[in-house]
């Protein structure tokens, strides 16, 4: 079997508001533009099956490059994870099934992620403008702050405001839908589209046959009058990942425009309402909580939230191999003594969470990181990081002394 084999441009293509289309939400190149060919044309267009054939043949294709950092730090890819969540597809499978060309079946196509815009009514202090409207307008109206956003990769600048076209969203609901059994939406903030509620409206012939997979603020469940939760219903299952990323302490700097009490109350309701729900908190875990990853655990636990973890890995700035080694060593220390004496104890008196599953998802995601943290030493580009907080903090109008202050001997 080939060491770089993935199941990703054989049943999954990833879809961004801009027009971009790629194989995975790791993947940072382009196989296609949906504005120019349709999705069944990209599917099996040169750039997919170049693609295909180089993950077939042990070449690491630099459009993965986020994964071959995962892996060469000690971390769980997005590739590796992804083997097992569709397990239905292997290297065997695919081999049987592909043309000479590496063409395959638009059939196989199993699972899409949408993003219907970059309408967001937060501004976290890790997005970007192409992941936020708030940051849009932002950076509009600061030269500054748009340049240094620039400056450190935050934003690919555009004069033109793109979002996902209606002839993509019919091509998904009419031609697509019968054979998927996956659709993950993202943002911005899907929750707060309008077309996101007429989207799941024109599946609903297949929405048994779905599973729908969000990664959401959760700071709303109701959008002009539109409740998501009796659309959510119908669906095979809904997979639902709270982006979270904080304690309720640091909960307003890290996501700028929250309120954690109206998310709080949303993830009690859904917990009783949905009985197809699977609901886990996510931290993107970036130098802006990493130093309070276990009291974000034990946080998720007490709202009876399973843990969850991504990675920031762009921009540098934020990327937590930045960390002093003397932080790293305390972060380290503090996560290994809470897993090894305190974890089972907590989730037992502190949650209605089932206790193994809970202490196994901490430990998988919780290494994850901690791992990545360790797995390489870039603490000479600190600077990094201190520069580009302050250019935030000079636009909120806040100080990350006043939230971190174990920040403050090294800055």
Request: net charge neutral.
């Amino acid at each position: 079997m080939s060491n770089t084999f993935c199941v990703m441009p054989f049943t999954h293509l990833n879809i961004k508001h801009e027009g971009k289309v790629s194989a995975c939400w790791r993947y940072p190149d382009k196989l296609g533009n949906y504005h120019n060919e349709t999705l069944a044309e990209i599917w099996n267009n040169s750039n997919t099956k170049l693609l295909r054939k180089e993950l077939l043949t042990g070449t690491k294709s630099t459009g993965c490059r986020s994964c071959w950092d995962l892996e060469e730090s000690n971390s769980n890819s997005t590739r590796q994870q992804c083997e097992k969540t569709y397990d239905y597809i292997n290297q065997g499978i695919v081999e049987q099934n592909l043309d000479n060309d590496y063409d395959f079946n638009i059939k196989n196509l199993k699972s899409i992620e949408i993003r219907f815009d970059n309408i967001c009514n937060l501004m976290c202090r890790f997005c970007s403008p192409d992941y936020s409207s708030v940051w849009e307008n932002a950076v509009k109206n600061d030269d500054i702050l748009l340049q240094s956003m620039i400056k450190y990769g935050t934003y690919r600048k555009s004069n033109k405001h793109l979002f996902l076209t209606n002839e993509i969203i019919e091509e998904i609901t009419t031609k697509l839908a019968p054979n998927l059994n996956e659709i993950l939406i993202a943002g911005g903030e899907a929750l707060y589209h309008e077309k996101h509620y007429d989207f799941l409206q024109n599946l609903q012939p297949y929405a048994k046959n779905i599973r729908l997979s969000y990664n959401s603020n959760l700071t709303t469940l109701k959008y002009k009058g539109k409740n998501v939760t009796k659309l959510w219903k119908n669906f095979k299952s809904i997979w639902l990942r709270v982006s979270l990323d904080a304690t309720p302490k640091i909960y307003n700097y890290v996501r700028t425009g929250g309120n954690i009490n109206k998310v709080i109350n949303n993830v009690d309701y859904l917990n009783k309402e949905l009985k197809n729900l699977d609901i886990s908190g996510t931290c993107t875990t970036c130098i802006y909580n990493i130093t309070k990853i276990v009291e974000i655990i034990k946080f998720f636990t007490e709202i009876n939230l399973y843990f969850h973890t991504s990675l920031v890995q762009y921009p540098k700035a934020l990327n937590i191999k930045l960390l002093p080694l003397e932080l790293k060593e305390k972060i380290t220390k503090e996560y290994n003594n809470f897993i090894t004496n305190d974890a089972e104890k907590f989730i037992e008196s502190n949650s209605k969470l089932d206790v193994n599953k809970q202490l196994q998802r901490i430990k998988k995601f919780g290494n994850n990181v901690i791992n990545y943290m360790n797995s390489e030493n870039l603490e000479n580009e600190w600077n990094l990081f201190l520069e580009y907080t302050k250019i935030l903090d000079t636009h909120h109008s806040t100080n990350y002394l006043d939230y971190y202050p174990e920040f403050k001997i090294y800055s």
